[in-house]
Structures are given as C-alpha cells and as structure tokens.
C-alpha cells in the first residue's frame, strides 16, 4: 500500500484522541525517494506519539457513581486502583532535606518513581535492617544514594519492582515488567561503560549495580502443587523471607558478580553500608534454593559480642563433630524463636536473622558424606526447610531432599533411635510426595522393632534430636497414625481416639 501524501489526520492526532481507530500502513525501510523518507518519519513519529500517549497517560479520573437514593454502584475496577497510599518522604528517611526527586535521565511516570522509593524507605529496608541492624545507617545512607546518583534510583525502581510483587497493591502490576525493563536497560547502560576501566570495574557502586542485576522477575510458570504439603514456620516473613526467596536469579550476572567481589578482595571491602549483608543473603538464598554451598560468608547485623551468642545444647545423636556444632546451633535457634513466638523472651529481630543466617550458613557449608552422617546432614536440612528457614514450599527443595535422603539410608549404619527421627524428617518431608509412603512404612517397621505403643512415646524419643512442637506436632501425629495404619488388620476409631490391632487397642496419646 502506498503511502498518501500525508498521514491521515486522525493518525497525527492519535495523542489527543485515543479512541480513535488507527490505520495501519506499510513503510518502505530504506526509501529511494527523499519525499517518501520524510513522509515514512511522519507516519512512524505519529504511531510512536500515539504507543507514548497510550503507556504514559496520566491517571483517569474516578470512575462517575450512578446514584439511586442512597446507593452506589461500586467503582469501576482499573489499573490505577493498584496504587495505595503509601508515607510521604520526608528529611527523616533521607537524612537530610533533600528532594528525592531531582530530574534524572528517567523515563518513568513520577507516581511510579513516587511508589518505588517509598516502598523501599517504607517496607523493603526496615525489614531488611531491623532494629539494631541500623546501627551503621544503612537505610538513610542507601536512600540519600538513590537521590544523588541516577545508576542507584534504577536499582531501586527495579528492587521495588521484583520485590513488591507478592504485595498486593504496593506498585501498579500492569506496569512492572516494562518499568522494570527500561531501568534495568539504564543499569546496563552505565555498567558496561564504568567497566570498561580494570580499576574501575570493582567499585562499590558498580558491584551493587551487578548485584542488582543478579535479580530476575518472580518465576510466573505454573506449578501444580501437592494436596497436602507439611506446615513451615514460624517467623517464615523475617528479612523478608517469603519475598527474597521467590526471586529468580540471572545466573551470567551472579557468576560476574562472584567475580567482581573476588577482584575487590571479599565482602569485608565493601564499604557501601548494607550490601555486603544483602549480597551475603541473596547467595544463602541460592545455596538453599540449589542445595549448595554458599558462595559468600555470613554478614553480620547485630553486635555480636554481647548479644549473638550460641548455646550449647545436649543433641542425643551420635554423629561426626561437625553435624554436632551445626545441631547445636539449630537447636539453640529453635529455642531461641520458641521463646519468642510464646512472649518468653524480648529478642531483636536483628539478633534472630543474625542468627538464623550464620546456623543456615553452617549447615549448608558441610560437605557430604557416608553412611549414618550423611542421613543426619540431609535430615537436618529438610528440618531447616520446616522450622529455622522456611522458604516457600514452591522453591523449598523438599523433593530433592527427600530422595537424596531415601538413597543414603540403604547404607545407615547408626543405632534404631537416630533413625527414627531421620525417617520422621524425611516423612514429613515428604507429605505429599511420592517417596511419602516409603517413608511411612520404614517409620512403622522401626517404630513396631521398638516395641514403643503411643504417638507420646514416639515423641519423645524424636526429640532427642530437633523438633518445634509448634510446627512439627501436627505433621508427627499425622505420620504416626498412617505408620500405625498400615498394619494388617488396623482399625481407627476417631470416636475413643484409639488403634485396635488384632483386638489389641493402642493408645495414641492425642
């Protein structure tokens, strides 16, 4: 179709007149003929004004309410209803009164920018620097950075972005994956050419730029879940849990920024305050995720000296001394967040990450091993999955323990008493997993080896190793009455709360 003399005007005028139907027509993409050049501008300029209008409109108006006496219909739905009020900036949060607007090379919508910074200042890094964590100032030295450094406010808009999408209403949904692309392109951008100088490249702004990268959007395939998946907590929202561990990870830019940090000299050189701890996170996050080792050592928060402290706790487990330390420091943390979920004891929450992290650390840094040891290693991180760090059971790698766990116990070696609680780990585990019913069965044949008759005798002998009554309780109870079902002639009677086998009753003890 040839092009006419001029674009029609309803084309020229699409910005102020969305509801116009537009025209479609073909260009030449290397036009001969000077005339038609300038008239294959004019239609491309009229078609990319009306894409701008479309994609940076302002907010419409409030749906008009039909009344009828007293009653309204309700609102309209529309993307704009996405927004919620959220605190306005003040000097408070940037240290200083300072406009956290300044005019930046930013082609974003001002409310968008307006979201991203308050939900930072608001939410994401109170609850990554909680309490004593803010000793050194980390959330108004990163903030102050976002208004003085264009690279910093991108990284911002793109962290609020990924971040804020299991929060409903934080930031408008139908604009994240474009929003997110253009600032992401703006980090690219001015990396590639600070990079470009050798002593340049290992800078502390340019490795938060890459660790920011690292980053990906939230996985949106579907996941079809099982019926019945085992109960995971407490303190499953601390540092943000259920958010960070969602993320995907970019794994070119996770490798550049291993590398980054290596030529810096470790994590001990960065100077910026907060992200050595956020880099050191985001690879326990990883590691947890893949069943690896974490690539960066633990970063403190809190004043370790007087209040980060391990205790020593007796583990009825006969094991090598590594898996010892790491059982002690588990079960040290479990007692430490039991008493805080039960208003026992007041402890900062900048205490609880420090320790949780440093436990998780611990625990995925040992290596594999044989026999009895290596059931004890895959079973304590299926426990640290349940209890001390619960991720979300959708990247949660229960499957891969549990078979992992399944195979080392054909070579157990160890007494009948550690193998019950590991196979009550890898049953629970496995609540709603093939490998489940294994598990079930082999706790029956342990349990019935034993001679031990009740849920409560079974109990007590699991927890001489790790358990958190809280969490665990219901998941025992569940797997010891499938166990108990299982044998030949079992009948359950809800009504007296009792197994009768061959017309001798079992009390459960629930």
């Known amino acids: 179709m040839l092009p006419s003399q001029r674009a029609p005007r309803r ?19 290397k036009p001969d003929d000077p005339d038609q050049k300038s008239q294959t501008r004019e ?10 209008w479309r994609h940076n409109r302002p907010p419409r108006n409030k749906a008009k309410v039909k009344q009828s006496g007293h009653r309204r219909d309700k609102k ?88 804020s999408q299991g929060i409903r209403g934080a930031i408008p949904s139908s604009r994240i994956a474009r929003d997110m692309f253009q600032s992401r ?64 990870i970019d794994p070119i830019h996770y490798e550049g920024l291993s590398q980054l940090i290596e030529l810096k000299g470790g994590l001990d050189k960065i100077e910026i305050p907060g992200l050595a701890a956020l880099i050191s996170l985001g690879g326990l996050l990883v590691a947890t995720r ?13 004043d370790q000296t007087s209040e980060f402290t391990h205790y020593d706790q007796e583990i009825y487990i ?6 010892l330390v790491v059982l002690s420091m588990l079960k040290s943390y479990t007692i430490m967040i039991d008493d805080f979920c039960e208003g026992r004891k007041v402890v900062p929450a900048s205490v609880l990450l420090d320790h949780r992290n440093a436990a998780q650390h611990a625990l995925l840094s040992l290596l594999p091993r044989v026999g009895r040891s290596e059931c004890y290693r895959l079973a304590v991180m299926i426990y640290a999955l349940l209890v001390t760090f619960p991720i979300p ?62 849920w409560i005798e079974t109990k007590d002998i699991i927890k001489r190793g790790l358990w958190h009554e809280a969490t665990n309780d219901g998941d025992g109870q569940d797997l010891w009455v499938e166990s108990t079902l299982m044998v030949e002639g079992t009948h359950f009677c809800k009504e007296k709360g009792h197994l009768r086998i061959y017309d001798k009753p079992l009390v459960l003890g629930f």
Not at 11 to 29: T, W, Y
Not at 43 to 52: E, G, K, L, T
Not at 414 to 441: C, H, N, P, Q, S
């Open 393 to 454: 059971y959708t990247v949660a790698p229960f499957e891969c323990l549990v078979t992992r766990l399944k195979m080392a116990l054909a070579e157990w070696d160890g007494d009948d008493y550690g193998l019950l609680w590991v196979l009550a780990m890898g049953g629970i585990g496995a609540t709603g997993l093939e490998e489940r019913m294994w598990f079930v069965k082999d706790f029956q044949s342990v349990v019935a080896r034993m001679g031990v008759g009740s």
């Open 76 to 163: 309209v739905p529309r993307d704009d209803d996405d927004f919620k009020p959220l605190p306005p900036m003040n000097s408070a949060h940037l240290g200083a009164d300072v406009d956290p607007f300044s005019p930046y090379d930013i082609n974003l919508p001002r409310a968008l920018v307006n979201h991203c910074i308050a939900f930072n200042a608001h939410y994401f890094l109170p609850a990554l620097f909680p309490d004593g964590a803010n000793s050194f100032n980390a959330r108004a030295n990163l903030i102050q950075m976002s208004t003085s450094n264009a690279c910093v406010l991108h990284m911002f808009i793109t962290g609020a972005l990924i971040n």
């Open 290 to 302: 893949n069943c690896t080792s974490p690539r960066f050592p633990v970063v403190a928060l809190s």
């Open 318 to 323: 006969n094991t090598d001394q590594d898996i």
């Open 43 to 52: 239609i491309v300029r009229a078609n990319a004004a009306y894409f701008h």
């Open 185 to 248: 392109a703006k980090i690219v951008r001015g990396l590639n050419i600070a990079i470009q100088d050798p002593k340049e490249a290992c800078k502390d702004i340019n490795i938060f730029a890459v660790t920011a990268l690292t980053k990906k959007e939230a996985s949106q395939r579907m996941q079809e879940l099982p019926s019945r998946t085992p109960n995971q907590g407490p303190l499953k929202r601390l540092q943000l849990l259920h958010l960070l561990a969602l993320s995907e």
């Open 11 to 29: 084309q020229r005028c699409a910005r102020s007149c969305p509801g116009a139907k537009i025209d479609l027509q073909f260009i030449n993409v």
